[in-house]
């Protein structure tokens, strides 16, 4: 072989060495990609990509390495049940919980007047999801559209916190601004004003088993507040 042709092959070697130490290898084991929630530097904004199907479940953040000041929220009405859940699992931090949660109503409200069924499989439970899905379907059946404007979130509050076995349960309260506007396959309003800011009182329930490694939390019931 000549000599030029030997150098060039092991600059090739050399060239794909370093950039396998730069690049890393990837196999079929690996973890998908974490969902980033706000309050971590790659935060994500409502309007911007939901996670994957992949995920399943919406990552709603519980802690971080450094340590905090214990929560003010102990004091509150689920005081006790998030106690319960920090000793079970110390790195839950309800302020963190409170700020997943938040996007993940924004995003379950747009998705479901969207009839955005892949994003709603992945932040809700089946039973939760089946009944979501089956609300859209017969919407569509009747040739309906909705439109559901969040307008902003007056407040989120935790009322409610359990520990059952392994799987512990976060209720929360919403109050929002909403426009809800349903339309029929013409365009004429059926249901709603399209000019009318409502208040929303909503409940929703997360759950999350604490012994599993994967950190997320599903949405597992709703209710409107009375």
Known sequence: MPFDLIIFAVIAVILVLRLGRVLGKRTGHQRPPEFPMPGNDDSVGRNQ??????DNVVRIPTGRDEPKPESPLFDGPAGAGLREIVEADPTFQPE????????AFEWIVTAYAEGDRKTLKSLLDEDTYASFA?????????????????????????????????????????????????YDSEGRVLDGDPSHVETVNDVWTFARDITARDPNWQLVETRVAA
């Open 96 to 103: 963190d919980f409170l700020e997943g949660a938040r996007s």
């Open 49 to 54: 990509t939901p996670p994957d199907e992949e």
């Open 134 to 182: 089956g609300a859209i379907d017969q919407r569509e059946k009747e040739g309906q559209r909705m439109e559901d404007t969040l307008v902003g979130i007056d407040s989120s509050d935790i009322v409610e916190a359990v520990l059952n076995g392994r799987e512990a349960r976060v209720t929360v309260r919403f109050v929002s601004q909403q426009v809800n506007v349903t």
